[in-house]
């Protein structure tokens, strides 16, 4: 079975500080990995995916998150985060199949 | 990308009674999907809604409880039945993008915002 583990729950941070949000996932195969976004009053987006190639993946709004097979991680970071990053963030991993898997959300709160 | 609606957007219900959630896509999708937003709490899995064949459903959820149809290619319902305040939640439809360099990516509804009184 899958899980995804995010170990910050909440963060608060000031405008231009830098972020970085943990999640590690437990799988023994090949993994598709994603980071959401669910901004105050608005659905679910995707912000960012890893399906394979270049660990180092680029998404919307200047975020990124890199892959690291060996430590089973797929961090998300942003070098300078703006008060509308203000939102929840959720790492999900999709194994075999098409279930997706979710960590229990980060709530960032970027102050200004 | 894929547009989806969810109706109601939230409502008020009493224990003991039902209520069905409509999910419209705007493009037909193989398979469409049924997660729980519990307060606080991260999105669960209910189940696989196919078209042409029975919804397929997670551990700890069951087909009396969170009936589903499946008409089209483009529509699916999921039914809440005999709630309890235990029911309360955000019920998210979502669908697998089928857009050539989108594929595997899964796009989520607004959500119904249910509570059990």
């Known amino acids: 079975a899958q899980s995804v583990s995010q170990h910050n729950h909440h963060v608060i941070l000031s405008e231009a500080a830098s972020l970085e949000l943990g999640c590690n996932y437990s799988y023994g195969g090949t993994v598709n990995l994603f980071w959401y976004v669910q901004y105050p009053g608005q659905h679910l987006q995707l912000l960012l995916k890893y399906f394979s190639g270049d660990p180092l993946v680029k998404g919307i709004k200047g975020f990124e998150a890199e892959f690291i097979k060996s430590k089973f991680s797929f961090n998300l970071r942003k070098p300078s985060v703006q008060w509308s990053d203000t939102a929840e963030y959720f790492c999900?991993?999709?194994?075999?199949?098409?279930?997706?898997?979710f960590g229990t959300g980060t709530q960032l709160k970027v102050e200004l | 990308s894929a547009v989806i609606s969810q109706k109601p957007s939230r409502d008020i219900c009493q224990r003991g009674t039902s209520l069905t959630i409509q999910c419209q896509v705007d493009s037909q999708v193989t398979m469409m999907f049924w997660y729980r937003q519990q307060p606080g709490q991260s999105l669960t899995l209910i189940a696989t809604a196919n078209q042409g064949s029975e919804a397929t459903y997670e551990s700890g959820f069951v087909i009396d409880k969170f009936p589903i149809s499946r008409p089209n290619l483009t529509f699916s319902t999921l039914t809440v039945s005999n709630m309890s305040p235990e029911d309360s939640s955000i019920y998210l439809c979502?669908?697998?993008?089928?857009?050539?360099?989108?594929?595997?990516?899964?796009?989520f509804g607004p959500g119904t915002r249910l509570t059990v009184t």
């Open positions: 979502s669908v697998v993008a089928r857009d050539r360099g989108k594929a595997g990516e899964q796009y």
């Open positions: 999900a991993v999709k194994g075999g199949g098409n279930k997706l898997t």
